[in-house]
């Protein structure tokens, strides 16, 4: 599964922004998809994932009521919406997809394929 993100940008405190991620290649195998992001000087910390099937999303404590996932299985894309931006929301987003259950979809390793990673800066 190849990944490309697209989107982000420049912000201001309290505003929005949208990243999206592009799906090829065993998109039909596809399990669940989720945005990571890594500040500067910070580990990479999972956001949001979305059930590709289902449709069930799940939320980081930090970002929850703020933001949203959202997948289209036509188009094989996922999107996070991003409202109510803080600075501290400031980091290389990176997109990560899955073909297999696990556990728990928060950490890194339960992800096989990962994007490139888009900047998103929030300025106060």
């Known amino acids: 599964v190849q990944l490309v993100e697209s989107g982000g940008g420049l912000a201001q405190a309290g505003g929005s922004l949208r990243v999206s991620c592009a799906a090829s290649g065993r998109t039909d195998s596809i399990y669940a998809m989720a945005w990571f992001r890594q500040a500067p000087g910070k580990d990479r910390e999972f956001v949001a994932v979305i059930g590709w099937s289902s449709g069930v999303p799940y939320y980081a404590d930090s970002v929850k009521g703020r933001f949203t996932i959202s997948r289209d299985n036509a188009k094989n894309t996922v999107t996070l919406q991003m409202n109510s931006l803080k600075p501290e929301d400031t980091a290389v987003y990176y997109c990560?997809?899955?073909?297999?259950?696990?556990?728990?979809?928060?950490?890194?390793?339960?992800?096989?394929?990962w994007g490139q990673g888009t900047q998103v800066t929030v300025s106060s």
């Open positions: 990560a997809s899955t073909l297999r259950p696990a556990p728990s979809v928060v950490p890194e390793y339960a992800y096989e394929y």
